[in-house]
């Protein structure tokens, strides 16, 4: 089969491999839409460690080719949406963890990018496909559905990460699609003033669309004192969904006592977080510092199809640019790795010859 990802870090390629195997109890999918993500990126240019003939991709909607013969809430032609975390059920670290990411290993549930080929073939393997996968709703739209498997479900993290309450002053940090996310959730929260903090003119717009009462530029200052200065004393709770390794210790210093600050950004192996102690009142300001990877498996995706159906967000707001066809995966990831200014997230729509 063939799919698009990496030779190597720094180097983009279509790729040959064998079709992918189902285990009892998993299943074999083939995606009919797909979005490239900044993770993938991330992983190309060496972000997250060396890969070698890797194909990325983590975000998708497919139809079910096989299953293993212990599946029996799925079959060939079903059309299933696929959480970018794919538990395996029966580990311990599922049972231990805060978060079901973990499930032999930190971040371990993350297969598609970490310890398997990704979405971005011809044919994917989805592991424990009864507790993973999820029939896609007649009423909810391919691209909607496409943008809870990651986008969604990683902003929705970080405000639970954070304990939105209602009439909470919270900054989200970073605008992409994810921090778009944060902003729709914590005013479905009871958030009482949400600044985001952003430049690109069409994130500004969504954000305000899903409820930002605020904005917050860079290019007019010092993020820190802005937003101290509009707050009286800075947010109570703070969410990192993009910018690097200074971005950490900004959200410390623009949060207040007792404040919580939630990180769902992907951070570079090669950084390093610090901040100075007096950011942290010397350890005894009691600002709490959080940061995860969302929960995974298929309860979790129908509770985001579930605010869907009913009204309660509407994602599709954050695809900017549409492609069509299989090969046409390789312009959408370039076009994801260059991040020109009028891009949010692109998606890829794939048919197949029955």
């Not at 975390?85 to 311990?92: G, I, K, M, N, Y």
Request: glycine share 12%; with cysteine; hydrophobic share 40%.
């Amino acid at each position: 089969m063939r799919g698009y990802g990496m030779k190597a870090v720094n180097q983009p390629a279509w790729l040959e491999k064998e079709k992918p195997v189902a285990g009892p109890m998993d299943a074999i999918v083939r995606p009919i839409a797909i979005a490239p993500c900044s993770s993938d990126t991330h992983a190309l240019h060496g972000g997250s460690g060396e890969k070698i003939d890797t194909i990325l991709g983590h975000e998708a909607v497919g139809e079910i080719v096989e299953v293993g013969s212990l599946v029996t809430k799925f079959k060939p032609g079903d059309v299933v949406v696929v959480p970018c975390v794919t538990p395996d059920w029966e580990q311990l670290g599922v049972q231990n963890s805060r978060s079901n990411a973990h499930d032999s290993h930190l971040m371990g549930s993350f297969k598609f990018l970490s310890q398997k080929d990704g979405t971005m073939a011809e044919f994917f393997h989805v592991n424990n496909a009864d507790a993973n996968l999820v029939n896609l709703p007649d009423e909810i739209p391919v691209e909607s559905a496409l943008m809870t498997v990651d986008m969604m479900s990683t902003g929705f993290h970080g405000v639970e990460l954070a304990e939105i309450g209602f009439g909470d002053t919270v900054v989200v940090i970073g605008i992409g699609p994810v921090g778009l996310m944060a902003v729709a959730g914590a005013k479905l929260r009871g958030a009482g003033r949400i600044i985001a903090v952003g430049t690109r003119p069409n994130c500004v717009k969504i954000a305000k669309e899903y409820g930002a009462t605020d904005i917050v530029s860079y290019k007019d200052g010092d993020i820190v004192e802005q937003i101290v200065a509009m707050t009286g004393g800075g947010s109570d709770r703070t969410i990192i969904a993009g910018g690097n390794e200074k971005t950490f210790a900004q959200a410390v210093a623009m949060t207040r006592e007792c404040g919580v600050i939630a990180n769902v950004n992907f951070f570079d192996v090669s950084e390093t977080l610090s901040m100075p102690a007096y950011l942290w009142g010397l350890g005894m300001s009691n600002k709490d510092i959080r940061g995860g990877f969302c929960p995974g498996g298929a309860r979790r995706i129908k509770k985001m199809l579930e605010m869907i159906k009913n009204g309660r967000v509407d994602p599709s707001k954050l695809i900017t640019h549409r492609f069509y066809g299989f090969d046409a995966m390789e312009d959408a990831f370039k076009l994801m790795d260059e991040k020109p200014a009028d891009l949010i997230k692109p998606v890829v729509f794939i048919e197949w010859d029955k």
